[in-house]
C-alpha cells in the first residue's frame, strides 16, 4: 500500500516543532483522514479541530504545504507524495496545542456587528433576485480561512483597527438584506477598518465556498463608506442641512 | 483530594448549542432567565450545520391545500403511530410560526415567485413542505439562531464539555465538565438543565455524525436517573456516499429525490416500484433505506455496494442551484459530476428517533429540572422520522423547553452542590491518566464502531442481539481499564475516553430494547420477527437505570383522542 510521510506541527503556546509520520494511503483519502489515522494509530493526544467531515462546518482549517486548506477537503492525490506533506495551524492565530489555533478573538468581532433589524411593519414578501446577493454572502462556514491570509491581520496583525473579510461578508450580508433598516457605515469605516483592505483578493482565492468576498462584498461596502464619507457633493449638503456624517 | 474548579451560576443552564439548544436559549432569555450555553465545539459548528435539505411547516405557500392535519398525519404514519400524538400536533401546528419568526430574525429562504418561502417535496410528505436554502437550510438556521443569541447576550461556553449531572436529591443541581482547551474543571449552579445534545450516530462505523455524536446528553441523563425510550429506532439514511472510502457515510440529502432524482440498481432497474410503487424514491426512509440494502445483498448493487443515484436529466445550472453542496462534494471528493452522471448511494446511520423520554406540553424529562429538546428527546418520530421534520422539531421543542426550563427556575430557590459528588466526578475523569499501559481509546471505538455496524444494524435479529449485548460488556470492561497519553491540553485521547462511556451506555440501551422488541416497525427490523405486531404497536419500550443495572419495561403508548384517530386513518 501507497505511504504518505507528514510533518505535522506539534507544540503549544510555548512552542513546538514538527513531528514525523507516516500514514497508509486510501482511494479518495483526505489530509484529515490521515490526522485521524496519526491519532488512532500513533499520537493520540495530536489536537485537531474537526466536526462534519464533509466541508460544512469550516473547523478543521490548517495550512497544508503551506496553502490554507480545510483538511476534510484537501484530497491526498493532489498531494505530491515525493516529498513529506506538511501540515501546520493557521499562522494568524495564536496556537493553543498542535493544530488547534486560539480563534475567540473572530467571536469578539462578530459582537460588534450590530444585529439584523428589519423596519416596523414590514411586509414579508421578498424576490429570489432580491436575495441571491445576500444568499452568497450566508454561504460563509466561518472557517477563518480569509481572515488567516489577510495581510492585515497575517502579516501587520492589526486586530484591534480591523474586522477581516469574514466580518465584511457578514456586513455585507446586513447592510444587502432586503428587509434591513440600519447603516453600518460608520462601524465599517471606524471600527471594523475598512479602509485597511487593499483589495488583493487573497481572502477570495481561499474561499472553500468559493463567495466573492473583494468583489461583491468588500468593494461594494467601500463605495458606500465613500458615498457616506467622502462625496464631495453630499458633504455639501450634508453642511447645508445640518446633516451629522454617518448617523445611522 | 482537593479537585480545583471554577464555578457559574445560571437559572437555565442548556447543553448543546445546534438547533434545539439555540432555541432553548432564545425561549429561555424572552422569559428573563439567565442562561448560560455550553458546547463541545466553536459556536455554529454544530450538528445543526449539516442538515441539508429544509424544515418541514405546513404553510401552504406551494400546495395550498396544505396544513397541520396533513402534516399531522404525515408524521404519525411516517412513524408507524409509536409516536407520541401531542408531540405530532404540537409539532405540525406550531412549525409554520417558528419558520417565519426565523425568517424575522433575518434568515432568507429560497423564495417562491410570488415572493414567499419556498418549498419543497420530501418523503412521506403529502405536500411540498419543506422550507429550504438550496442544500444548505441547517446552516442558515444555525447562524440566524446564533446571531439573535449573542445580540441578546446568552453566555456561551465554547468547547467545554459536561460529564456528569450534579443532584441535590431528586432535582438536578447543575453540571460538572471541563475545558478543553486546558483540560481545567468546571462547575455549573443551575435551578433548570436543557439536554440538547443530539444524537448517537458515532456508535457505528458508516455515519453521516460528527464526533461529537456520542449520545453525552441521553447518557448523563440516564445516570441521573431520567427514562430513555424507543432507543430501538435507529434511522439509517438510505443516502451516503460509499465511494471513495474515506467518505464513506457522508450524507447525500433526501433533496436529490425531493428535486426528482431516481434510484436504479446495477441492471438500471429503477427498483423502488417493487418497495413502494406509489411514492417511490419519495417513499419514507426507512423503506428506502431496506430498498438499497435489500438489492445490494441480493448481489445488484453497484461497483462499490451501493445503488445509483441519478439526478442530470435535470438541466445542470438547475442541479448547480438547487443542490450546490452535492454538486461540489461529489466533485471534489468523488471525481464525480453529478450534472452528468448518477452518484454511488448507499444507507449511513443518520439520526436517532429515541432518546430521554419527555412530557410533550413541556419538554421536561422525569427527573425534576431537567428538560430535554432535539434529538436527545424521544417522542416526536415514533418508529421513524420524515425528512425536514428534525429541523421543525429543534425549532418548536426546543422553544417549549427553554420557556419550560425557565418558567421552572422561576419557582425554586438555587440548589446546593454536594461537593462529593465534585470529587467523585474528578476522580473518574482523572482515572485514565493514572491507569499506565492500558488500550488507547481509539482502538476500544473502532471495535465499537464494529460491533453496532455488524450487529445493530439496519436488518436485526435475535441472535445477533444477544452478541452484540456480550461484545458491549467486553468493550466495557475494557473502557473501564483504558489509559490516556500526554497533558490534559487539549487532549482528544482523553476526550474519547469520556464520550466512549457514553457511547457505550447509549449502545446497550439500543441493543437491549432491538431485542425485546419481536416485531418491524418503521427503523427497526427484525428478520426473525419481519411484520408488524400490534400488540407491540401499543408499547414503547423504556430504559431506566436501577443501581448500577440497565432496566427494560414497557410504558404504552398514547391513545390518541377519537378525532385525531379518524384524522389519521382518512385516506387523503
Known amino acids: 500500500m501507497a505511504e504518505a510521510v507528514f510533518e505535522v506541527f506539534r507544540g503549544d503556546r510555548k512552542g513546538g516543532q514538527p513531528a514525523t509520520y507516516r500514514v497508509p494511503i486510501a482511494p479518495g483519502m483526505v489530509v484529515l483522514d490521515a490526522l485521524h489515522h496519526i491519532q488512532a494509530h500513533q499520537a493520540p493526544d495530536l489536537a485537531v479541530r474537526w466536526n462534519c467531515k464533509a466541508g460544512k462546518c469550516g473547523s478543521c482549517s490548517a495550512e497544508v504545504n503551506g496553502r490554507p486548506r480545510l483538511t476534510c477537503k484537501t484530497r491526498m492525490d493532489a498531494l505530491p507524495l515525493d516529498k513529506p506533506v506538511t501540515v501546520q495551524p493557521m499562522k494568524a492565530f495564536p496556537v493553543i496545542k498542535d493544530l488547534v489555533t486560539d480563534v475567540s478573538w473572530n467571536y469578539r468581532v462578530n459582537k460588534k456587528i450590530p444585529p439584523f433589524e428589519p423596519s416596523p411593519g414590514t411586509e414579508w414578501k421578498m424576490y429570489q433576485e432580491d436575495v441571491d446577493r445576500v444568499q452568497e454572502f450566508r454561504k460563509c462556514i466561518e472557517c477563518f480561512l480569509c481572515q488567516n491570509v489577510c495581510h492585515v491581520l497575517r502579516e501587520h496583525e492589526e486586530m484591534e483597527h480591523f474586522g477581516g473579510p469574514r466580518f465584511f461578508v457578514r456586513v455585507a450580508a446586513l447592510e444587502m438584506h432586503p428587509m434591513d433598516s440600519r447603516s453600518r457605515t460608520r462601524m465599517l469605516k471606524e471600527d471594523l477598518g475598512i479602509g485597511l483592505c487593499n483589495i488583493t483578493k487573497c481572502c477570495t482565492e481561499v474561499c472553500p465556498e468559493e463567495i466573492h468576498i473583494t468583489d461583491n462584498a468588500i468593494i461594494p461596502l467601500k463605495e458606500r463608506v465613500v458615498d457616506e464619507f467622502y462625496d464631495p457633493v453630499l458633504m455639501l449638503v450634508r453642511k447645508i442641512r445640518g446633516v451629522k456624517q454617518g448617523s445611522d | ?572
Not at chain 2, 457515510?249 to 446495477?266: D, H, P, Q, S, Y
Open chain 2, 1 to 572: 483530594m482537593t479537585t480545583e474548579f471554577e464555578t457559574h451560576d445560571h437559572d437555565v443552564l442548556i447543553i448543546g448549542a445546534g438547533g434545539a439548544g439555540l432555541r432553548a436559549a432564545l425561549g429561555a432569555l424572552a422569559q428573563g432567565a439567565k442562561v448560560g450555553v455550553v458546547c463541545k465545539s466553536l459556536l455554529g459548528k454544530a450538528h445543526t450545520v449539516m442538515a441539508e435539505g429544509g424544515i418541514a411547516a405546513a404553510m401552504a405557500n406551494v400546495d395550498s391545500a396544505d396544513d397541520w392535519r396533513t402534516h399531522f398525519r404525515d408524521t404519525m404514519r411516517g412513524g408507524k403511530m409509536l409516536n407520541n400524538w401531542r408531540m405530532a400536533q404540537i409539532h405540525a401546528q406550531e412549525a409554520p410560526e417558528r419558520v417565519r419568526e426565523l425568517e424575522q430574525w433575518g434568515a432568507l429562504f429560497d423564495r417562491t415567485e410570488d415572493g414567499q418561502i419556498l418549498q419543497r417535496a420530501f418523503g412521506g410528505h403529502t405536500f411540498r413542505r419543506l422550507c429550504h436554502v438550496g442544500d444548505r437550510t441547517g446552516l442558515e438556521m444555525i447562524r440566524t439562531l446564533q446571531d439573535r443569541g449573542v445580540q441578546l447576550g446568552i453566555d456561551v461556553y465554547m468547547e467545554c464539555t459536561i460529564t456528569r449531572l450534579l443532584k441535590d436529591g431528586d432535582h438536578v443541581a447543575g453540571a460538572f465538565g471541563y475545558w478543553r482547551e486546558q483540560g481545567r474543571f468546571i462547575v455549573f449552579r443551575a435551578k433548570s438543565i436543557v439536554m440538547a445534545t443530539g444524537g448517537i450516530g458515532k456508535a457505528w462505523k458508516i455515519t453521516s455524525n460528527s464526533w461529537e455524536y456520542t449520545g453525552d446528553g441521553m447518557a448523563l441523563a440516564y445516570a441521573a436517573g431520567a427514562e430513555l425510550m424507543d432507543m430501538e429506532f435507529v434511522q439509517f439514511h438510505p443516502t451516503g456516499m460509499v465511494w471513495p472510502p474515506g467518505v464513506q457515510g457522508i450524507l447525500v440529502t433526501e433533496a436529490v429525490r425531493g428535486e426528482g432524482g431516481v434510484l436504479r440498481n446495477k441492471l438500471g432497474e429503477r427498483f423502488m416500484e417493487k418497495y413502494d410503487p406509489k411514492k417511490m424514491e419519495l417513499s419514507t426512509r426507512d423503506v428506502v433505506a431496506r430498498a438499497i440494502y435489500t438489492e445490494v445483498r441480493e448481489g445488484r448493487g453497484t461497483e462499490h455496494g451501493g445503488a445509483y443515484l441519478d439526478i442530470s436529466q435535470k438541466p445542470a445550472d438547475y442541479v448547480k442551484k438547487k443542490l450546490p453542496s452535492m454538486y461540489h462534494q461529489f466533485k471534489e471528493l468523488a471525481d464525480v459530476d453529478i450534472t452528468k452522471g448518477p452518484m454511488e448511494v448507499g444507507p449511513t446511520c443518520h439520526y436517532m428517533m429515541g432518546g430521554i423520554r419527555v412530557d410533550a406540553e413541556t419538554a421536561k424529562s422525569s427527573v425534576a429540572g431537567l428538560f430535554a429538546a432535539g434529538e436527545a428527546a424521544a417522542g416526536l418520530h415514533g418508529a421513524n422520522r420524515l425528512g425536514g421534520n428534525s429541523l421543525s422539531d429543534l425549532l418548536v421543542f426546543g422553544r417549549r423547553a427553554g420557556l419550560a426550563a425557565a418558567e421552572h427556575a422561576g419557582k425554586i430557590s438555587n440548589t446546593p452542590i454536594d461537593s462529593g459528588q465534585i470529587e467523585d466526578s474528578a476522580r473518574e475523569m482523572l482515572a485514565p491518566f493514572e491507569r499506565k499501559n492500558g488500550e488507547s481509546p481509539y482502538t476500544i471505538h473502532r471495535d465499537l464502531q464494529e460491533t453496532m455496524q455488524n450487529l445493530v444494524g439496519i436488518f436485526r435479529n435475535k441472535e445477533d442481539l444477544i452478541r452484540a449485548l456480550e461484545e458491549l460488556e467486553k468493550l466495557k470492561e475494557r473502557a473501564g481499564r483504558l489509559s490516556v497519553e500526554g497533558s490534559r491540553l487539549f487532549n482528544p485521547g482523553w476526550h474519547l475516553a469520556q464520550d466512549l462511556k457514553a457511547m457505550l451506555t447509549v449502545s446497550a440501551a439500543v441493543t437491549h430494547s432491538a431485542l425485546a422488541r419481536e416485531e418491524s416497525r418503521g427503523a427497526h427490523s427484525r428478520i426473525d420477527h419481519p411484520g408488524l405486531d400490534a400488540t407491540w404497536g401499543t408499547k414503547n419500550n423504556m430504559i431506566v437505570r436501577e443501581g448500577s443495572a440497565m432496566t427494560l419495561r414497557q410504558s404504552a403508548v398514547p391513545e390518541l383522542p377519537a378525532d385525531l384517530k379518524q384524522l389519521v386513518a382518512e385516506e387523503k
